[in-house]
């Protein structure tokens, strides 16, 4: 089993107050979080752009995987993934994680490229763990 861990600490009220973000690699140290920054736009992270980045990186990793076991090797995978926070009864939930993917892979198809990544988007990780719509854009270039 693999463990990761990430933390964070709020201080204040919710609309007040502040937060940071960290992650045990150190990649993310004590980086500035907040209300303005999630729901009004203001610079800095939040937690949905993390999910967004986690989603791109999976999906882009279990795609190389997916590749590979079809006997292709990709010479690039960008894969950008927008999340959608959207108020619900209950408050707010992530409802949608929309994946949008373009790929260099030579020799391979269309359809073949078609399938890895939709088996990539079905299977990796991240989209697992979400229980939100995961839609997908996917060009072979």
Same mark, same amino acid.
């Given at each position: 089993m693999i463990r990761k861990k990430g933390s964070a600490?709020?201080?204040?009220?919710?609309?007040?107050?502040?937060?940071?973000?960290?992650?045990?690699?150190?990649?993310?140290?004590?980086?500035?979080?907040?209300?303005?920054?999630?729901?009004?736009?203001?610079?800095? &992270?939040?937690? +949905?752009?993390?999910? !967004? =980045?986690?989603? @791109?990186?999976?999906?882009?990793?279990?795609?190389?995987m997916v590749l590979g076991e079809a006997g292709f090797t990709a010479d690039d995978i960008s894969t950008e993934a927008t999340v959608s926070l959207e108020k619900q009864d209950g408050g707010f939930a992530v409802t949608k994680s929309h994946l949008v993917v373009t790929a260099k892979v030579?020799?391979? &198809?269309?359809? +073949?490229?078609?399938? !890895? =990544?939709?088996? @990539?988007?079905?299977n990796c990780p991240i989209s697992k763990l979400l229980n939100a719509e995961i839609t997908m854009e996917a060009t072979l270039v």
């Amino acid at each position: 089993m693999i463990r990761k861990k990430g933390s964070a600490n709020w201080q204040g009220g919710l609309k007040d107050g502040t937060g940071t973000i960290s992650t045990e690699s150190g990649v993310l140290d004590a980086v500035n979080y907040g209300f303005n920054k999630r729901f009004e736009g203001a610079p800095g &992270s939040n937690p +949905e752009e993390l999910i !967004a =980045a986690a989603h @791109a990186s999976c999906f882009s990793m279990a795609l190389s995987m997916v590749l590979g076991e079809a006997g292709f090797t990709a010479d690039d995978i960008s894969t950008e993934a927008t999340v959608s926070l959207e108020k619900q009864d209950g408050g707010f939930a992530v409802t949608k994680s929309h994946l949008v993917v373009t790929a260099k892979v030579p020799n391979a &198809s269309e359809a +073949e490229f078609a399938e !890895a =990544a939709n088996t @990539a988007k079905a299977n990796c990780p991240i989209s697992k763990l979400l229980n939100a719509e995961i839609t997908m854009e996917a060009t072979l270039v």
